[in-house]
């Protein structure tokens, strides 16, 4: 069966730090693999997406994730984060046959002005 | 801006109450996903449905949970003598016939709270 891992439950920044966020799945064959942020009172939104080809995905507001096939691994990663990126971020995998998505447990993300 | 669509927003039932729960998909995508969002956990997947048709509920508890999606209309969540263990953030999701490589587009979720 898919699962998603995300390591951190909870991370705390001051403004300006680099964040990364990691996210290891389990399934042997070929992946869809996304970030979702959650804002405050807000509904889920894509911050970005790997189906194929460069492993290395840009996102909306200055975020990236690594795909590292051996390592089963897709971290997220900012190199300053601000204020605004207070939220909890989502990893999420599709797999095989499967339309629907399966979800780590996410990561609340406190960023200190 | 006519994304998924979720009503009502936030719903308070007792238990033993049917709840039900409405999500309109975005204009043109025919498949749509419910998941259930427990506090401190990811959202689990429910259901999938198409129009007419239920795809895969492999996630849907056994009882007191169904699922449609009408050839007219919102997709319905229908749960039926809630219990507390109930409460939780309904999320739908909508995108075009899948390919694997369709992107699911969110509502804002629909937050039960059973007395």
């Known amino acids: 069966a898919q699962s998603v891992s995300q390591h951190n439950h909870h991370v705390i920044l001051s403004e300006a730090a680099s964040l990364e966020l990691g996210c290891n799945y389990s399934?042997?064959?070929?992946?869809?693999l996304f970030w979702y942020v959650q804002y405050p009172g807000q509904h889920l939104q894509l911050l970005l997406k790997y189906f194929s080809g460069d492993p290395l995905v840009k996102g909306i507001k200055g975020f990236e994730a690594e795909f590292i096939k051996s390592k089963f691994s897709f971290n997220l990663r900012k190199p300053s984060v601000q204020w605004s990126d207070t939220a909890e971020y989502f990893c999420a995998v599709n797999g095989g046959s499967q339309g629907n998505l399966i979800f780590g447990k996410g990561t609340k993300l406190s960023v200190k002005p | 801006n006519a994304g998924v669509m979720q009503n009502p927003r936030h719903l308070v039932r007792r238990r033993g109450q049917e709840a039900r729960l409405r999500c309109s998909p975005v204009k043109g995508h025919s498949h749509v996903y419910w998941y259930r969002q427990l506090p401190e956990e990811g959202l689990k997947f429910m259901v999938y449905?198409?129009?007419?048709?239920?795809?895969?509920e492999s996630g849907m508890p056994k009882e007191r949970f169904s699922a449609e999606f009408p050839k007219e209309g919102p997709s319905i969540l229908r749960i039926q003598q809630v219990v507390r263990g109930d409460s939780a953030a309904y999320f739908c999701?909508?995108?075009?016939?899948?390919?694997?490589?369709?992107?699911?587009?969110f509502g804002p979720g629909t937050r039960l709270l059973v007395l």
């Open positions: 399934y042997g064959g070929t992946v869809n």
């Open positions: 449905l198409q129009k007419e048709n239920i795809i895969d």
């Open positions: 999701a909508s995108s075009p016939p899948p390919t694997r490589r369709e992107t699911q587009y």
